[in-house]
């Protein structure tokens, strides 16, 4: 078997006929669009099969930390490679005194990946979009992600005049396949407060022509400058019949998760200190001012995780849904202070088919029942990926999930839940329960009356 052949995407490509294309040209003066072609396709992404009427194939990021586990330092350098050049373009603003930009990170796969764009701008809030509804927080605004299983994302901040600013917004995805779900963010942020500068950032880029012209009749409708800035652009191209195709594999294919012969492990729970008024991510709002606290608020649940860590072994941090940089960050300070590998990954609402081939990037399957009380257009079932041992990659020996308040429900802990079936597929089992944290509906970010 050659090389090409290894590629985590061989196997969607041989039976879903998906493929990627090169760069396409580039956009007019009221679309910019900024190719990075230092990297391709295949070095930042595989593909899968969804479970989803709506779209067949899924591409699954190698740098992300969703669906495959990465080393922490390959997800940051990645969202601040990403950062660096999104700076680029915002500093190209036309506006000599424009306040300092306002960075939308999509719900659930980007949450972390926009906190890592958001770095490399030091004056900017972030924010990012969410599934979550808690107790007194009025949505700002809301869009809709229409090939999703659950479409709406709602925008929450604490202070809902973190988007009332002519400040340029920077969104920022994963992936832009159709770039819909971008023009109806910039639609609901148009209708909150007009601007005329918004800059997309992603980690790859395959629209395709006609979906490249309607972004850029959105801008010229609009009168708003719309730069995309990627690392990775090329074209996906898919086949008429591609969603009958995918059904039939995943009808076909799809059976229970195996069940591991492992004896149960053991489990920890670790409630770490956490300041009150500090938000463990951009759900409600992230201030520069943050920063620092946060950082300094990482360095301590990471004394408090690691003390109890075997010596050595492979070890997973477990991000859930949404709750992906705080996980992610403790993850780095982890693998700064162990000498075995340690990975980040996150479960997620996602229904894959699960292949165990090395041509596929989603081999193994964890389910387990939805434990988070304050999910909006809640399904049954949530997954956790190529965390369970499978014919192509060992076991972890520990693995730490980390939870917030409001996911640390019965359900987490129940038999159908994420801890036991972590349990019957690792060495040990950390549950770190972070408490809620971060200013209450309608004060400002730093804690002050909005």
């Not at 920022?172 to 779900?181: A, H, I, K, Q, S």
Request: hydrophobic fraction near 40%; glycine fraction near 8%.
């Amino acid at each position: 078997m050659n090389a090409d052949r290894c590629w985590a995407g061989t196997w969607v490509t041989d039976r879903l006929g998906v493929r990627v294309a090169g760069a396409p040209p580039r956009g007019d003066r009221a679309f910019t669009d900024r190719a990075f072609t230092d990297r391709a396709f295949t070095d930042l992404a595989g593909l899968a099969v969804r479970r989803n009427p709506r779209r067949a194939h899924l591409v699954v990021s190698t740098v992300l930390g969703k669906h495959i586990p990465v080393h922490p330092a390959t997800a940051v350098a990645a969202g601040h490679e990403l950062g660096t050049r999104t700076a680029a373009s915002v500093a190209s603003s036309p506006a000599a005194a424009t306040p300092p930009a306002v960075v939308l990170g999509c719900a659930e796969t980007a949450t972390a990946l926009g906190h890592l764009v958001a770095d490399c701008l030091p004056e900017a809030t972030y924010l990012h979009s969410t599934r979550r509804r808690p107790p007194g927080h009025r949505p700002l605004g809301s869009f809709d992600e229409q090939h999703s299983h659950a479409r709406r994302h709602l925008l929450l901040p604490a202070d809902p005049s973190l988007l009332a600013t002519t400040a340029p917004v920077v969104i920022v995805d994963d992936e832009l396949t159709t770039g819909r779900t971008i023009t109806a963010t910039i639609h609901e942020a148009q209708r909150i407060q007009p601007r005329d500068h918004y800059v997309i950032a992603t980690l790859l880029d395959l629209r395709t022509a006609a979906d490249r012209a309607a972004l850029a009749a959105t801008a010229r409708s609009l009168g708003a400058r719309i730069e995309v800035v990627a690392l990775v652009t090329g074209e996906l191209t898919v086949p008429d019949d591609v969603l009958d195709r995918g059904l039939r594999l995943v009808d076909a294919l799809d059976t229970t998760d195996p069940v591991p012969l492992a004896h149960p492990t053991t489990v920890r729970r670790l409630d770490p200190p956490w300041p009150s008024t500090l938000p463990q991510g951009g759900q409600h709002g992230f201030a520069p001012g943050h920063r620092a606290r946060f950082a300094a608020a990482i360095d301590a649940v990471a004394t408090v995780v690691a003390d109890g860590l075997p010596a050595d072994g492979p070890l997973l941090v477990l991000g859930t849904e949404e709750l992906m940089y705080a996980p992610m960050r403790l993850a780095e300070r982890l693998a700064a202070a162990r000498p075995g590998a340690v990975r980040f990954s996150s479960t997620t609402r996602s229904p894959v088919l699960p292949v165990g081939e090395a041509g596929y990037a989603v081999r193994t399957r964890l389910s387990f029942a939805s434990h988070d009380t304050l999910t909006v257009e809640d399904e049954a079932r949530r997954f956790a990926y190529n965390v369970a041992p499978g014919r192509l990659h060992e076991r972890y020996e520990h693995v730490v999930v980390v939870v917030d308040a409001a996911a640390d429900s019965p359900a987490l802990w129940a038999g159908d839940g994420l801890v036991e079936g972590l349990r019957r597929v690792c060495g040990g089992v950390s549950v770190v329960v972070l408490p809620a944290g971060g200013p209450a509906p309608g004060r400002t970010l730093d804690g002050g009356p909005g």
